[in-house]
């Protein structure tokens, strides 16, 4: 059983792979991964101008807007409008992605696992006020999008997070939390 801390403060930001953004990586399995051989990734994005987003073969992605008014993307030439903050969007992220701000820059939390290295993560969000029981799992991620969290003896601010390894918790939140079930593989 572990808790490992993640503050937002020790994240530095990093261009996108095409360069039209940038991200801060919250955490990588396994651990020090680079943008070709992660099993799962989670990270916050900055999207600050309109374009196209990075492609990754054989990835899928969930999206959640945290931050902004939203954006209309084209994923794989449907057409898909993220205009509402802390809900999950899944979609590949293989596929031509365009992306067009509604109103300002936005930040996305982003969830992307290689298929078939590692089982699809699910990602949920609380909503402001709760208390959320935590069965012990391989891996759940905690991240404060807004407010604070309490979990596992520790208080988070926001954009912080702590990941669980085969820990048992209670979630206290005075702000909308993602919690996010990650499954290594073997």
Do not use: Y
């Not at 899944?90 to 590692?118: E, I, K, Y």
């Not at 807004?146 to 979630?171: S, W």
Request: with cysteine; proline share 8%.
């Amino acid at each position: 059983m572990t808790v490992r801390v993640l503050p937002a403060s020790g994240r530095v930001a990093v261009p996108w792979k095409n360069g039209g953004g940038v991200t801060r990586e919250i955490v990588v399995r396994p651990e020090g991964a680079d943008m070709g051989d992660f099993e799962w990734r989670v990270s916050l994005a900055d999207v600050g101008c309109d374009g196209p987003f990075s492609a990754f073969a054989d990835v899928d992605r969930i999206l959640t807007m945290v931050e902004g008014e939203g954006m209309d993307l084209t994923v794989g030439g449907e057409h898909r409008r993220v205009d509402t903050r802390f809900v999950p969007q899944r979609f590949p992220g293989d596929l031509p992605t365009g992306c067009r701000l509604l109103g300002g820059p936005v930040v996305n939390l982003n969830v992307m696992w290689h298929r078939g290295a590692a089982p699809a993560p699910t990602v949920t969000v609380t909503v402001p006020q709760r208390s959320l029981a935590l069965p012990a799992g391989p891996a759940v991620l905690i991240v404060a999008l807004d407010g604070t969290v309490e979990a596992a003896g520790v208080t988070l601010g926001r954009h912080d997070a702590v990941l669980l390894t085969d820990e048992e918790a209670t979630l206290h939140a005075t702000g909308h939390t993602a919690v996010i079930r990650l499954t290594p593989n073997g």
